[in-house]
Nanobody, 115 residues
């Protein structure tokens, strides 16, 4: 059974940092483009960042220069380093495959940026 488990969220002040982790079971992540998505309160889920099997990355304009996606294929993990956080980054964050198809969504991890 494929399972994605996100962790690392929390409450942080504006300007702070968090590192999100995505652990996978039942699937080998290294053969897929992986991505982080987020769903702000009352809004649609959106793509935040993606990383290809070769390590190429792309980011939503709103997070460029502040967020960094990475992967550790030996641990079957994907990460999202988030710096200079803003209140607009408040959302539930999910990891999943990039591209056209998705795995079942995990429970996500809540990130709240507030003073």
């Amino acid at each position: 059974q494929v399972q994605l488990v996100e962790s690392g969220g929390g409450l942080v002040q504006p300007g702070g940092s968090l590192r999100l982790s995505c652990a996978a079971s039942g699937i080998i992540l290294r053969i897929y483009t992986m991505a982080w998505y987020r769903q702000p309160p009352g809004k649609q889920r959106e793509l935040v960042a993606a990383i290809t099997t070769g390590g190429s990355t792309n980011y939503a304009d709103s997070v460029k220069g502040r967020f960094t996606i990475s992967r550790d294929n030996t641990k079957n993990m994907v990460y999202l380093q988030m710096n200079s956080l803003k209140p607009d980054d408040t959302a539930v964050y999910y990891c999943n495959k990039g591209g056209a198809s998705r795995l079942n969504w995990g429970q996500g991890t809540q990130v709240t940026v507030s003073s």
